[in-house]
């Protein structure tokens, strides 16, 4: 099986989709960590939505969140 240019430069990102660059991961398991099942959360949109342009943040992870 040969692998996508992701998995042979990110090896990690075969077993979940992402990678150890992704600083989305981290950003939303931070804010998950901080909320519970009735908390409230404003997106203020800040950004230009840059992410949207980067194909690491497509990942399944990023995609659910």
């Known amino acids: 099986m040969a692998l996508k240019s992701k998995e042979r430069f990110y090896p ?4 979940d989709g992402f990678t150890d660059i992704d600083g989305m991961v981290v950003f939303f398991y931070r ?3 901080l909320l519970d099942s009735s908390s409230a959360v404003l997106d203020v ?5 840059a992410c949207s342009e980067n194909p690491v943040s497509s ?3 990023s995609q659910v969140c």
């Open 59 to 61: 990942t399944p992870f």
């Open 12 to 15: 990690e990102a075969i077993f």
């Open 45 to 49: 949109g800040c950004g230009r939505g």
């Open 31 to 33: 804010v998950n960590s």
